[in-house]
């Protein structure tokens, strides 16, 4: 059997080729083949992908290194510059305060005002007898109608801290006021024994063109200031109010009014390691004097007025007759 041999290759002096990998003819320069740790490809751009995946890799990997290092320099360098609660505070989420207000309806005599109609059921219990749960109860009702308090309102606002750094509250402002006729839609007039007047920190006269925060003429300031005779004296002049981290201190504000009716918004103003802020409270505020017939009659479309039933003892609601000249002093038109 005759069998071809291969020709003899001749070799070329000064010349060496470059080694063969398994799976690979010559006629690929060392240049184009895959290293030895990468699977042999058998398209350009499926090796240049196969190339760049570790190198891709170690490239975030290095960047990631280098700012976790910078950042922890930069805490290190900042912290005895900016402070610990400084630092912490760039970290924490929500507003630098939250508010909350509630009426206060305990001043031993209540009363509130409608611009609508307002009705009571024969067998209302307040038309039976007037007790602190029937009055509560009853309060409930006349608020979610829409009734607003007669004369007077009064806020417990609560702040609360939410950040490590000073806070301190500087002011407390009436904004956005609204005026209007005196409501003269429905009259409920009600009273709670025993109630007690709450200590006022902060009025504001709404009758009063513009509005400010007013020491009180009477009652002390957080139990440890002296009673003021100066009723035009600005309580935030006086006094500036710490908010502690987690911690929650209230201020009791007085908003009066003697003629026709006001809706209001209210703005706090504070500090923040000294530097001025302000925040919207949530709501909108209300109150309303009395509605005149005269200076000696009030003028509604429908009263409720408390009496003595005699028969029972008891205090109870009775509708007025003739709720268009109810006996008053002192009315302001």
Request: glycine share 8%.
């Amino acid at each position: 059997m005759n069998v071809d041999k291969p020709p003899v290759k001749r070799k070329v002096a000064g010349i060496r080729r470059p080694a063969v990998l398994p799976g690979r003819s010559r006629n690929r320069t060392a240049k184009g083949d895959a290293p030895p740790h990468v699977e042999a490809s058998t398209t350009k751009a499926a090796r240049l992908a196969a190339l760049g995946r570790p190198f891709t890799w170690g490239g975030k990997t290095l960047v990631a290194a280098i700012s976790a290092v910078a950042l922890a320099a930069a805490v290190a360098i900042a912290t005895p510059v900016i402070g610990v609660s400084r630092i912490s505070d760039m970290f924490r989420s929500g507003p630098d305060v939250a508010i909350r207000t509630s009426k206060i309806f305990d001043y031993g005599s209540d009363a509130m005002a409608f611009g609508g109609e307002f009705t009571l059921a024969p067998d209302e219990p307040t038309r039976i007898a007037i007790g602190p749960d029937s009055a509560a109860t009853l309060l409930g009702k006349m608020e979610t109608a829409g009734g607003v308090p007669l004369h007077l309102l009064r806020l417990r606002i609560d702040v609360r801290g939410n950040r490590s750094s000073e806070v301190r509250v500087t002011g407390l402002d009436v904004i956005e006021l609204r005026r209007s006729a005196a409501l003269n839609g429905t009259l409920v007039s009600y009273g709670q024994e025993g109630g007690n007047e709450p200590v006022q920190q902060v009025v504001f006269d709404l009758d009063s063109a513009v509005p400010q925060g007013l020491l009180p003429t009477r009652a002390q300031v957080d139990n440890s200031v002296a009673p003021t005779t100066k009723p035009s004296e600005m309580f935030f002049s006086n006094y500036s109010l710490p908010i502690k981290d987690n911690e929650t201190t209230s201020i009791i504000a007085q908003f009066s009014i003697s003629k026709g009716a006001a809706t209001f918004d209210l703005q706090l103003d504070y500090t923040l390691d000294g530097k001025p802020r302000q925040m919207l409270i949530p709501g909108q505020f209300a109150t309303s004097a009395l509605s005149c017939g005269s200076q000696t009659t009030a003028d509604y479309d429908r009263a409720y007025m408390m009496t003595t039933n005699p028969g029972t003892g008891a205090l109870v609601l009775q509708e007025q007759a003739d709720p268009h000249s109810i006996p008053v002093t002192g009315c302001v038109h």
